[in-house]
């Protein structure tokens, strides 16, 4: 039995597939594996042994241990050309990085996995790669990227006609509906997944599905329907050692019977889930646990310990966006990287294969396949000097955002947090929050602002611009945004005069109009110093044109600063006359809307002599 490599095969599948049942049994199992293996000299044997290893190591949280006998798996795996090994070793390391939270890795295992699995003909693990980015994608909610590797591995799936891997995909798209807030679709596709999931007893996939009709019955405000489903769940995890699947079960037994208004019971099950979350550092169920246990502990009138609960939400929380945040950008860059590296692999095969030509024609075609690697050089310098100016940009894109969202969203939100607090806990009155009350709604209306600049600013980065142009009346807009910046002017003892005639037409999204104006005329303010001036004019030429004027008796800007808006470059933002604080996006949006508006734009200033900014639009 030693030397039968053919049961040594059927061990280490059996001990792969005890993974989410009983692990122990996997190791147990792998290490037998190992043992028959050395006797046989068997070196596929070796690698099973050694991926089951790594499987178990995966998930009892031990990723060094994992990755040192997954990477002998995959040296044995190649040494005994075993494909299908060596496709199971990438993917046990994929899941690896997947559990560690460090997608980016898990993306380039899968993509080099995906690559090799459609080279060998390998629907099933072409399934498994492709399911693994839609999830890592779905995990950081970027449901758009998501969707199409679900829908990429659905029409797999289909040639091969394994229903349980498609159940393990509809249950996933269930999820994804989910959070969406497409719940017909996460529900149609869950109950899909179940039927399959009972008939073939996969007890953590069904457990799985089950939850996520739970989280759906909340969502629908069906609390009962959703006990129901977490109590399904919870049997089925009863003989499964998966841990985060408990803690997530818990939670949702708390936030139903919460929503139910049994308290008592809401808080045994979040002291539970926030238990089991921080035994295996799942920080996302301890945030969602300390959010839940602050509310019901609030209802006790224990208020100390409540307010432990909510600092820890509150941690984690920002926490966790910061680190999604971060994780988002790093993936682009993972992509961008991915797509280089292939660019200079397909280069290196075609200098290859002209290499062979060389050698195997007349001294003609080796003067024709000179020049084809010329070429070749040089598309790749090219594309290489793109690749690294568009992760350069990137670099500036994302530091730009962390800032602002550092600074200039995440201050006022968290006065506003703090004032709400103070008020909830009764700490302050009414009165003193009247007498906030202005000053809170100029730091909402600044950070909606902002905001807004923001949205803008990303959709002009990624070409994603929508245009609806309509005729619309200049002077019922100019009246709307300096209505808007009222308390700003009065504030500021700003006079703004208005000259346009009420019949005065362009040619323009109104949307984009509006932003155009409240940037330009909240530069003008912002610059311009108490007691000062205002004038907003327009004029209509023969070429069928309006043309809008702007000008304030600010401190103006120097050529230097024209030069770089009229370039479409970023601006570093100064100071307004009261120390008002910007992103220094403004009018590099405003440049981009009026370009895709078939307008131009025009700036005429002198330093602590004022500016003007033209604006030309068609009229119709």
């Given at each position: 039995?030693?030397?039968?490599?053919?049961?040594?095969?059927?061990?280490?599948?059996?001990?792969?597939?005890?993974?989410?049942?009983?692990?122990?049994?996997?190791?147990?199992?792998?290490?037998?594996?190992?043992?028959?293996?050395?006797?046989?000299?068997?070196?596929?044997?070796k690698a099973g042994g050694k991926i089951g290893l790594g499987l178990y190591y995966n998930m009892i949280?031990?990723?060094?241990?994992?990755?040192?006998?997954?990477?002998?798996?995959?040296?044995?795996?190649?040494?005994?050309?075993?494909?299908?090994?060596?496709?199971?070793?990438?993917?046990?390391?994929?899941?690896?990085?997947?559990?560690?939270?460090?997608?980016?890795?898990?993306?380039?295992?899968?993509?080099?996995?995906?690559?090799?699995?459609?080279?060998?003909?390998?629907?099933?693990?072409?399934?498994?790669?492709?399911?693994?980015?839609?999830?890592?994608?779905?995990?950081?909610?970027?449901?758009?990227?998501?969707?199409?590797?679900?829908?990429?591995?659905?029409?797999?799936?289909?040639?091969?006609?394994?229903?349980?891997?498609?159940?393990?995909?509809?249950?996933?798209?269930?999820?994804?509906?989910?959070?969406?807030?497409?719940?017909?679709?996460?529900?149609?596709?869950?109950?899909?997944?179940?039927?399959?999931?009972?008939?073939?007893?996969?007890?953590?996939?069904?457990?799985?599905?089950?939850?996520?009709?739970?989280?759906?019955?909340?969502?629908?405000?069906?609390?009962?329907?959703?006990?129901?489903?977490?109590?399904?769940?919870?049997?089925?995890?009863?003989?499964?050692?998966?841990?985060?699947?408990?803690?997530?079960?818990?939670?949702?037994?708390?936030?139903?019977?919460?929503?139910?208004?049994?308290?008592?019971?809401?808080?045994?099950?979040?002291?539970?889930?926030?238990?089991?979350?921080?035994?295996?550092?799942?920080?996302?169920?301890?945030?969602?646990?300390?959010?839940?246990?602050?509310?019901?502990?609030?209802?006790?009138?224990?208020?100390?310990?409540?307010?432990?609960?909510?600092?820890?939400?509150?941690?984690?929380?920002?926490?966790?966006?910061?680190?999604?945040?971060?994780?988002?950008?790093?993936?682009?860059?993972?992509?961008?990287?991915?797509?280089?590296?292939?660019?200079?692999?397909?280069?290196?095969?075609?200098?290859?294969?002209?290499?062979?030509?060389?050698?195997?024609?007349?001294?003609?075609?080796?003067?024709?396949?000179?020049?084809?690697?010329?070429?070749?050089?040089?598309?790749?310098?090219?594309?290489?000097?793109?690749?690294?100016?568009?992760?350069?940009?990137?670099?500036?894109?994302?530091?730009?955002?962390?800032?602002?969202?550092?600074?200039?969203?995440?201050?006022?939100?968290?006065?506003?947090?703090?004032?709400?607090?103070?008020?909830?806990?009764?700490?302050?009155?009414?009165?003193?929050?009247?007498?906030?009350?202005?000053?809170?709604?100029?730091?909402?209306?600044?950070?909606?602002?902002?905001?807004?600049?923001?949205?803008?600013?990303?959709?002009?980065?990624?070409?994603?611009?929508?245009?609806?142009?309509?005729?619309?009346s200049i002077r019922a807009y100019v009246h709307s945004v300096c209505a808007f910046y009222g308390a700003?002017?009065?504030?500021k003892e700003i006079d703004i005069r208005c000259d346009i005639d009420q019949g005065t037409v362009l040619?323009?999204?109104?949307?984009?109009?509006?932003?155009?104006?409240?940037?330009?005329?909240?530069?003008?303010?912002?610059?311009?110093?108490?007691?000062?001036?205002?004038?907003?004019?327009?004029?209509?030429?023969?070429?069928?044109?309006?043309?809008?004027?702007?000008?304030?008796?600010?401190?103006?800007?120097?050529?230097?600063?024209?030069?770089?808006?009229?370039?479409?470059?970023?601006?570093?933002?100064?100071?307004?006359?009261?120390?008002?604080?910007?992103?220094?996006?403004?009018?590099?949006?405003?440049?981009?809307?009026?370009?895709?508006?078939?307008?131009?734009?025009?700036?005429?200033?002198?330093?602590?002599?004022?500016?003007?900014?033209?604006?030309?639009?068609?009229?119709?």
């Amino acid at each position: 039995m030693a030397t039968d490599t053919s049961y040594i095969k059927v061990l280490y599948e059996l001990g792969g597939n005890y993974i989410y049942h009983i692990p122990d049994s996997t190791k147990t199992i792998s290490e037998k594996v190992l043992r028959l293996s050395e006797l046989a000299g068997f070196e596929k044997g070796k690698a099973g042994g050694k991926i089951g290893l790594g499987l178990y190591y995966n998930m009892i949280g031990d990723f060094d241990e994992a990755f040192k006998h997954l990477d002998v798996a995959e040296i044995k795996s190649k040494k005994s050309n075993a494909e299908k090994l060596l496709l199971k070793t990438i993917n046990a390391k994929a899941l690896g990085h997947f559990m560690k939270g460090n997608y980016p890795a898990a993306y380039l295992e899968c993509k080099k996995g995906e690559n090799l699995a459609v080279k060998a003909g390998d629907l099933e693990m072409q399934v498994s790669f492709t399911m693994n980015l839609a999830t890592s994608f779905a995990i950081l909610r970027d449901y758009d990227q998501a969707l199409p590797y679900y829908q990429k591995a659905l029409q797999i799936v289909e040639k091969s006609n394994d229903l349980l891997q498609k159940a393990q995909i509809e249950s996933n798209l269930g999820y994804m509906y989910l959070h969406t807030n497409d719940f017909n679709k996460a529900k149609k596709f869950c109950q899909k997944a179940i039927h399959v999931f009972e008939k073939e007893q996969f007890q953590a996939w069904e457990s799985f599905a089950w939850a996520t009709l739970g989280e759906v019955a909340i969502r629908e405000k069906e609390y009962d329907i959703a006990l129901e489903n977490f109590s399904k769940s919870n049997a089925l995890l009863t003989s499964i050692e998966d841990m985060q699947r408990k803690a997530e079960t818990s939670q949702g037994f708390a936030d139903a019977y919460y929503l139910k208004k049994n308290f008592e019971k809401s808080l045994k099950y979040a002291k539970a889930a926030e238990e089991i979350s921080k035994n295996i550092n799942y920080h996302h169920g301890v945030a969602k646990s300390s959010k839940l246990l602050y509310k019901l502990l609030v209802e006790k009138g224990q208020y100390q310990e409540a307010l432990g609960y909510l600092n820890t939400a509150k941690y984690l929380s920002d926490s966790i966006l910061e680190s999604e945040n971060r994780t988002k950008f790093l993936m682009l860059e993972t992509q961008a990287q991915f797509n280089r590296e292939k660019e200079l692999t397909a280069f290196e095969n075609e200098k290859r294969i002209a290499s062979q030509k060389t050698i195997t024609y007349i001294s003609v075609i080796l003067l024709l396949a000179l020049l084809i690697i010329v070429l070749l050089i040089r598309k790749n310098a090219i594309n290489q000097k793109k690749a690294n100016l568009s992760l350069k940009e990137l670099n500036t894109s994302k530091d730009k955002l962390f800032s602002i969202i550092g600074h200039d969203l995440k201050a006022p939100i968290s006065t506003l947090q703090e004032l709400l607090a103070l008020y909830t806990s009764q700490e302050i009155s009414e009165e003193e929050v009247a007498k906030l009350a202005p000053r809170l709604k100029q730091n909402v209306d600044h950070s909606s602002f902002t905001l807004n600049n923001l949205l803008f600013w990303a959709k002009t980065q990624m070409n994603a611009l929508t245009l609806e142009n309509k005729t619309v009346s200049i002077r019922a807009y100019v009246h709307s945004v300096c209505a808007f910046y009222g308390a700003k002017t009065k504030s500021k003892e700003i006079d703004i005069r208005c000259d346009i005639d009420q019949g005065t037409v362009l040619m323009i999204d109104p949307e984009h109009f509006v932003i155009i104006l409240q940037n330009v005329i909240s530069n003008a303010i912002k610059y311009t110093g108490k007691g000062g001036v205002i004038s907003i004019s327009c004029k209509e030429n023969d070429s069928n044109r309006t043309e809008i004027e702007i000008c304030d008796s600010g401190i103006g800007m120097d050529q230097s600063t024209i030069n770089a808006i009229m370039n479409n470059q970023t601006v570093n933002p100064s100071v307004g006359t009261m120390n008002e604080k910007g992103t220094g996006l403004g009018l590099q949006i405003v440049y981009n809307l009026i370009k895709v508006n078939n307008g131009y734009l025009r700036i005429e200033s002198k330093y602590n002599g004022g500016t003007c900014v033209f604006l030309n639009f068609p009229r119709k």
